[in-house]
């Protein structure tokens, strides 16, 4: 995967703080992945994790594109939105015309994050057995759509 500078991302409350990437990893199914630490610019806290997972095969249709968690003690603050804006950017630097969010339907501060972010729901749809979201127990899933 060509790596792009992932030094920009930032906005005035929060900056993403690059960890690790993972190269593509065809025989499970993973497409390429930015991992982040979410850091808030006022005073360096990290209040959560998000990645980027770059390009579309059968795995983000349900998995998604885009992952991110914010640690209990910093949540309704807006960060994962503000997080998924970010790598809105990195996603358009690799040419993706769309993002795939997905989150459990019965999230809903997951929902919310995913309309603040801007994207348009499409559908909840049922999780093959063969994903691994399956595998642990989610066997239905929201799907949400970020046009770039």
Known sequence: MLLYDT????????YLHLDKTADENKEKGYVPAYYFTI?????????????????????????GNIG?????????????????KLLFLL??????????????????ASRKTCEYSGAEFID???V??????????????CQYVVKL
Not at 72 to 82: L, M, P, Q, T, V
Not at 91 to 104: R, Y
Request: proline share 4%; net charge neutral.
């Open 124 to 126: 909840i749809v049922d």
């Open 7 to 14: 030094i920009n991302l930032n906005d005035q409350e929060i």
């Open 128 to 141: 093959p057995p063969w994903h691994e979201m399956y595998k642990i127990g989610r066997k239905r899933t």
């Open 91 to 108: 996603a358009k630097k690799h040419d993706m015309d769309k993002v795939i969010i997905t989150c459990s339907p019965e999230n809903i």
């Open 68 to 84: 991110y968690e914010v640690f209990e003690e910093f949540r309704g603050n807006r960060y994962a939105s503000k997080a998924c």
């Open 39 to 63: 850091i808030r610019n006022i005073d360096g806290y990290e209040v959560g994790k998000c990645d980027l997972r770059v390009g579309h095969n059968e795995n983000t249709k349900y998995g």
